[in-house]
């Protein structure tokens, strides 16, 4: 009969195959002589009950080292990050997987990445954002699933408690600012009194200012990656931390109002369009600045450092969209092919935040207008001609701008079902130019 191994039950929730990678990494260490250690958000989730595979190890000792080692017994893929003592891991079968010293860290001033050096468990957890993050559970032979909890995190879990590590971490990293918000708002939790103070304090200051662009549009964007982030995105109006978005970003009510509509047009859409892959955080940062002017717009968008489809999307969320939406939810008749020309070149993006716009406006009749609109523009925008420019040029006619015209045409007619043959498509040409067949 096979050994039975047992295992721990908080390990219970995660998969075979990710318990067994656990225990022979623990095996692993006991053979260098290290002591190895699940850390951070995976054991944070477990204890509430949630499965997660975002796995942080890290090891006492030289965590680099011993991530090769992980990775050459396992062909895994590994890429280096030496100034922080970290590796990640990605193993065949697609798990990531970090790995990295324990370590202390210093701040030569406020909101710039840290300077760091190897540490105990102890030191390494203390460096922490918060208690609840601050919990590691041991991997090797005869400690495996034994919790390392020296500052109160499983008691501020039970809590619903978030509660930093101590009073100048917000000032080390203000980032901690939307994290302790995001967490706030996952869980339901509530934060620590003096926590609160702390925060407060460090959002009424510039501290945030200093972050670079791509570190605030990481923290921004994880924020309004979770589920519902309507409720973070009134957090940050209340510690007025807009701000260091633009300091003229303002909060209408309408904006307000489109942002809190988000949720529903996603799930609308995300029910019709399956296929649809939408770039979720970028809608709400769109909704956020679609009453802003364009020279607002554009200065948020240098200040996050935003990549082209980005900036082009948050461009788009203003007046360019209130005009489709005007001429959509009109109550006179819009052929298919005007549909099309007016949402041709928006991105599913900027067509989720058009019928949030809607949504807010409450306005049961024209939302399903909108709708419908939005339903056949979908279908239609894989339609092709069957002609192409080679083609026209083959019938007689000569090369130039009217190409485009002609073509454009074609294409119109044959959303509007006015042409569906490639034949037909020739006699509306022949027609049209006085062109003998």
Not at 377 to 395: E, F, H, I, P
Request: with cysteine.
């Amino acid at each position: 009969m096979a050994k039975q191994t047992h295992r721990p039950a908080l390990l219970q929730r995660l998969p075979d195959r990710v318990v067994g990678l656990l225990r022979e990494i623990g095996q692993l260490g006991d053979e260098r002589g290290c002591q190895v250690y699940v850390v951070g958000g995976v054991v944070r989730d477990l204890l509430l009950g949630h499965i997660t595979l975002d796995l942080d190890l890290t090891v006492e000792g030289d965590g680099i080292a011993f991530a090769r080692l992980v990775a050459d017994r396992y062909g895994a893929g590994l890429a280096v990050f030496e100034r922080f003592a970290t590796a990640r891991l990605t193993f065949p079968d697609g798990l990531k997987m970090d790995i990295a010293t324990t370590r202390r860290e210093s701040y030569a001033q406020p909101a710039v990445l840290p300077t760091v050096q190897p540490a105990s468990i102890e030191e390494d957890l203390y460096r922490r954002d918060f208690t609840i993050n601050a919990i590691a559970m041991q991997l090797n032979p005869g400690q495996f699933g034994h919790l390392l909890d020296a500052y109160g995190g499983q008691r501020d879990l039970r809590a619903r408690t978030i509660r930093v590590l101590h009073v100048g971490s917000f000032q080390d990293d203000p980032t901690r600012i939307f994290r302790a918000i995001r967490f706030e708002q996952r869980y339901g939790f509530r934060l620590e009194p003096t926590t609160s103070r702390l925060l407060a304090q460090a959002a009424s200051t510039n501290l945030i200012q200093q972050l670079s662009g791509p570190r605030l549009q990481n923290e921004i964007q994880l924020l309004f990656a979770e589920h519902n982030p309507v409720r973070a995105i009134a957090r940050l109006v209340q510690l007025k931390l807009l701000r260091f978005l633009h300091r003229r970003l303002c909060y209408t009510t309408n904006v307000r109002r489109v942002v809190t509509a988000v949720p529903k047009a996603l799930a609308w859409w995300a029910r019709r369009f399956q296929d649809s892959v939408v770039d979720r955080p970028i809608v709400y940062l769109m909704a956020l600045s679609s009453e802003s002017s364009p020279a607002v717009v554009a200065a948020m968008i240098r200040r996050f450092a935003l990549s082209r489809v980005h900036a082009e999307n948050v461009s788009t969320g203003g007046s360019r969209i209130d005009r489709a939406l005007k001429q959509l939810t009109n109550k006179g008749t819009v052929r298919p092919s005007q549909v099309y020309r007016l949402l041709a070149d928006l991105s599913d993006e900027a067509l989720v935040l058009l019928l949030a716009k809607q949504v807010a406006r409450q306005h049961g009749v024209r939302l399903s207008l909108l709708k419908r609109h939005l339903l056949t523009y979908m279908k239609n925008r894989t339609v092709k001609t069957a002609l192409t420019g080679l083609d026209l040029q083959s019938m007689g006619l000569k090369p130039g701008p009217q190409y485009k015209t002609i073509l454009g045409k074609l294409l119109d007619a044959r959303i509007d079902g006015m042409i569906t043959t490639e034949a037909e498509e020739r006699a509306f040409v022949q027609k049209r130019f006085d062109l003998v067949g």
